[in-house]
């Protein structure tokens, strides 16, 4: 009997082991990540909406334009991209690339205060720093030259340079992060995609993949 208890208890412990991930529950009960905002990751690691990015390193960082850095496998892609728009008449031009940590938390507490906005609404159109695919540098803002009026507004899809990317930025590899009705809940931006052509983009993407499947 003492045997078939301890046999039984063993096994428990195996399958308790098995299952028992100790990562997302942690998070559940961790502090707030981020300074001065007041919400938790969920058990995906999400904070409101948003996943959890690392920091492109410096020596991975290409230029693209001025005062604008990608990392080096979407740098060479969307520069092929931006050619060909131009070749179609497009004038497609960088609104913002890679962004650090630390400059996502001015933009992020900054535009805040300006707009007086709750954190909770600021989330809804930015991410908090550590959760924004623009540091990894993947993710690119564009607008289109031709109608600066849009820039950074829903209305970029109504732009001819819109509807170009919507045609031909899957041929670089280049996806549109939050369409209209996105499953991470994140307020539609027509003006944002990311690159997904390396194995290292496919990887840091693939939770947000796995989201919006
Ligand atoms: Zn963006």
Excluded: C
Aim: charged residues 20%; glycine residues 8%; hydrophobic residues 45%.
């Amino acid at each position: 009997m003492g045997v078939a208890v301890g046999t039984g208890s063993l096994l428990l412990s195996v399958a308790l082991a098995a299952v028992w991930r100790p990562g997302p529950l942690k998070r559940l009960f961790a502090p707030p990540p981020v300074d001065g905002l007041n919400a938790r990751a969920g058990l995906d690691g999400r904070l409101l909406g948003h996943f959890p990015y690392g920091e492109l390193p410096a020596s991975k960082r290409v230029a693209i334009a001025a005062g604008f850095s990608l990392h080096r496998d979407a740098a060479e892609a969307f520069l092929e991209l931006q050619r060909d728009a131009a070749t179609s008449g497009h004038e497609l031009i960088v609104l913002s690339a890679y962004r650090s940590h630390k400059l996502q938390n001015e933009l992020f507490f900054d535009v805040k205060s300006d707009r007086n906005q709750s954190a909770r609404e600021r989330a809804m159109v930015s991410a908090p720093p550590g959760f924004s695919e623009h540091s990894t540098g993947f993710a690119i803002d564009l607008g289109d030259g031709l109608a600066p009026a849009t820039n950074l507004s829903p209305e970029f899809e109504q732009t001819p340079a819109f509807a170009w990317l919507k045609a031909n930025a899957a041929r670089y590899h280049f996806t549109l992060s939050f369409p209209r009705g996105n499953s991470q809940g994140v307020s539609y931006e027509p003006w944002h995609w990311r690159f997904e052509g390396s194995a290292e983009a496919l990887q840091i993407f693939e939770p947000a993949q796995r989201l919006a499947r």
